[in-house]
Every structure is written in structure tokens, then in C-alpha cells.
């Protein structure tokens, strides 16, 4: 597709904002790394395994940020045993506190995340160990078999299967980088949610949607996440209210 049209799309970022609230707890700094991972992972369309689907849900958490203008919410994913990983505009313009919760029910909270200057991630970090954590595989071929998974419309965990489309130059959606362009469903709520291959590895951050045509997901690929944990690309989330 033509950038320049690209540019005349209106490009949907997956933040759900309503007008309800919930509770907060503590943070610190970035560092990446693996604790419990995975089991099984060999055969057909490993996704679909009750293994495989269990380990994505238990890297995967919901997020909500009370903003100014209600809560907004977004999905995140654990990269170490104290350290999700979301979208920036997931936990910008919001309170002193973030509200995360897990696909079982459990709740806690978080204190100030920190965001990164070159891309739409946030990095957010809790007191409370985090006992599984992604897999960090690598960019994806075009072609290749993807799952977003996150928590659509602030609803129940999902996982969603489809393709990588294309990638492309990032620029046109402010990422000084190329992104992903996958064809698996995604709705507000999944901004901040892994990108998984069929292995089960991480290998992008959703971001986005557009919003005609096919309405592909967009996401930022692992390698750019992998710089900015290296490089440190990162300012702490001002509170806005």
C-alpha cells in the first residue's frame, strides 16, 4: 500500500477509555530477562495448545490507567520477574497509581511508570514478583503466523491468529523505525499486548489499527523493544492529574 494514503487513514490507537475506576502499589527500574517459561511447544499451530494458550494468558495482564478524562484501558506483558511492558499512550496523562489485573481475577498496583522517547512503550515495574515471563523471540518473517494477545474493550483475555502482512516504514505513525502489519483481530484494549509467534515468543508490541479497509493491527517489532531496553531511551511518566 501507498504511504502517502497511509497518511489519509485514521489510525486507531487500542485504548478503551471509560468511566470507572479501581485500586493502586510501587515501581523502579528496567531490566529485561526470564524466570518460569513455557512447556511443550512443538506441533501444528502451537497456539492453540492448552499449554501454550495458558502460558500467553499468565504473561498477560490488563491495565488500567485513571486519567483525566475517566480510566483508560490497555493490555501489558511481563519481561522480567518485576517489569511489564505496555504502550506509552497506555500510561500517559494519567494518576500517581496504575491498576493491573490478571485473566484470573487477581488485582494490584503500580506507582510511576517509565516511558520510552523514541517509541510507544512504557515500561512498568512492581513490587510484587511477576512469576512467568515472555518468551523474547525475533522479528517475524512476512507471512508468518501471529497471535495478538491482550484484553479487547477492557473485556476477557483473548488470543487472535493471523498473519504478518507486511512491514513498513514507521515514520508515517511517528516510530523512527519499521513496524509489523498483521491481519489478526484486535480491538481497543489490545494496545500494549504481545505480538506472539507460533513458537509462543514475543516478537512485537501492538500498537494500533487502521481503521479502513481491512483494518490491519500494527506493532512495534521486538528488536526495536530489545534497543531501547539496551540503550535506556527512557523519561519517567509525568502525572497529569
Known amino acids: 500500500m501507498d504511504y502517502e494514503m497511509r497518511f489519509r487513514f485514521l489510525l486507531v490507537a487500542l485504548v478503551l477509555s471509560s468511566c470507572v475506576s479501581q485500586p493502586p502499589d510501587s515501581i523502579g527500574k528496567v531490566e529485561s530477562g526470564g524466570t518460569k517459561t513455557r512447556g511443550d511447544l512443538s506441533g501444528s499451530m502451537v497456539l492453540s495448545r492448552d499449554s501454550t494458550q495458558r502460558y500467553a494468558r499468565d504473561i498477560t495482564y490488563r491495565v488500567r490507567n485513571p ?20 504502550n506509552k499512550h497506555v500510561v500517559e496523562d ?7 489485573s490478571t485473566w484470573d481475577g487477581r488485582d494490584f498496583t503500580v506507582g510511576v511508570s517509565q516511558t ?3 517509541a510507544d512503550l512504557a515500561f512498568i515495574q512492581t513490587s510484587q ?36 502482512v507486511e512491514r513498513i516504514d514507521g515514520s508515517v505513525y511517528g516510530i523512527a523505525h519499521e513496524v509489523l502489519v498483521f ?4 480491538a481497543p484494549g489490545n494496545s500494549g499486548g504481545p505480538l ?46
Not at 94 to 100: D, I, R, T
Not at 132 to 155: E, F, K, Q, W
Open 183 to 186: 491481519d489478526a483481530y484486535i
Open 196 to 241: 506472539l509467534n507460533r513458537a509462543g515468543d514475543v516478537v512485537g508490541v501492538v500498537f494500533a489499527k487502521e481503521a479502513q479497509g481491512k483494518e490491519y493491527g500494527l506493532a512495534i517489532p521486538v528488536s526495536l523493544l530489545e534497543s531501547v531496553m539496551r540503550n535506556g531511551f527512557l523519561e519517567t511518566t509525568p502525572v497529569a492529574c
Open 67 to 86: 486519567s483525566c478524562d475517566g480510566v483508560a484501558s490497555g493490555s501489558a506483558f511481563a519481561i522480567s520477574s518485576d517489569t511489564l511492558v505496555t
Open 116 to 118: 520510552a522517547i523514541v
Open 129 to 164: 514478583e511477576i512469576p512467568v515471563v515472555a518468551n523474547i523471540g525475533s522479528d517475524p518473517d512476512v507471512g508468518s503466523r501471529v497471535a495478538a494477545v491482550g484484553y479487547p474493550m477492557g473485556g476477557p483475555w483473548t488470543l487472535s491468529q493471523g498473519r504478518l
Open 94 to 100: 494519567g494518576a500517581q497509581s496504575l491498576e493491573l
